[in-house]
T-cell receptor, first 117, second 116 residues
Framework: AQSVAQPEDQVNVAEGNPLTVKCTYSVSGNPYLFWYVQYPNRGLQFLLKYITGDNLVKGSYGFEAEFNKSQTSFHLKKPSALVSDSALYFCAVRDPTGNTGGFKTIFGAGTRLFVKA | GAVVSQHPSWVICKSGTSVKIECRSLDFQATTMFWYRQFPKQSLMLMATSNEGSKATYEQGVEKDKFLINHASLTLSTLTVTSAHPEDSSFYIC????????????FGQGTRLTVV
């Protein structure tokens, strides 16, 4: 069965510093990996995805993520954090071999990012 | 990007009544829609997957008679919480996928349901 782990409930970083939000996954086949961001009382917004190709994926708002197959990780990064980046971040995985045609998306528990001015 | 609209954004209902939540894809045809439930400070729990014109596939532990899902068209899915109880109070979020390709899901803004 597919699963996603976000080991940190919360990440604190000072504005201007680099940030990393960790994610590891487990799927039976090659994974489709996603990062989403959620602001209070709102739905999720898509940040970036990895399907195949380059291990470093660039996304919205200056975020990027690196797919590491050997470590089964897909950590989210940003070189210079902004206060406005403070939000809840979810890593998600889809297993293309799943019985719903690979559309079923499983989310990690979420990591709350606090960026201090 | 594609827009998914969820309505209402919040609703308060009395225990024992039913509540319908709508999820619409505004500028694309959604072959597959998903319904999630999110508890405070927790992740999204997938409740069911629905494809247009067919019965929804419910996740283990989700009561299909309590959470009725209808995906009547390629742009509309509804979730009806029947005979609501206070423990059904939660944040419900829908998402939609366009086409059959490997695309990201687009999410509605969520519905905060409070059962009193």
């Amino acid at each position: 069965a597919q699963s996603v782990a976000q080991p940190e409930d919360q990440v604190n970083v000072a504005e201007g510093n680099p940030l990393t939000v960790k994610c590891t996954y487990s799927v039976s086949g090659n994974p489709y990996l996603f990062w989403y961001v959620q602001y209070p009382n709102r739905g999720l917004q898509f940040l970036l995805k990895y399907i195949t190709g380059d291990n470093l994926v660039k996304g919205s708002y200056g975020f990027e993520a690196e797919f590491n197959k050997s470590q089964t990780s897909f950590h989210l990064k940003k070189p210079s954090a902004l206060v406005s980046d403070s939000a809840l971040y979810f890593c998600a995985v889809r297993d293309p071999t799943g019985n719903t045609g690979g559309f079923k998306t499983i989310f990690g528990a979420g990591t709350r990012l606090f960026v201090k001015a | 990007g594609a827009v998914v609209s969820q309505h209402p954004s919040w609703v308060i209902c009395k225990s024992g009544t039913s509540v319908k939540i709508e999820c619409r894809s505004l500028d694309f045809q959604a072959t597959t829609m998903f319904w999630y439930r999110q508890f405070p400070k927790q992740s999204l729990m997938l409740m069911a997957t629905s494809n247009e014109g067919s019965k929804a596939t419910y996740e283990q532990g989700v009561e299909k008679d309590k959470f009725l899902i209808n995906h009547a068209s390629l742009t509309l899915s509804t979730l009806t919480v029947t005979s609501a109880h206070p423990e059904d109070s939660s944040f419900y979020i829908c998402s939609a996928i366009q086409g059959q390709g490997i695309t990201e899901a687009f999410f509605g803004q969520g519905t905060r349901l409070t059962v009193v």
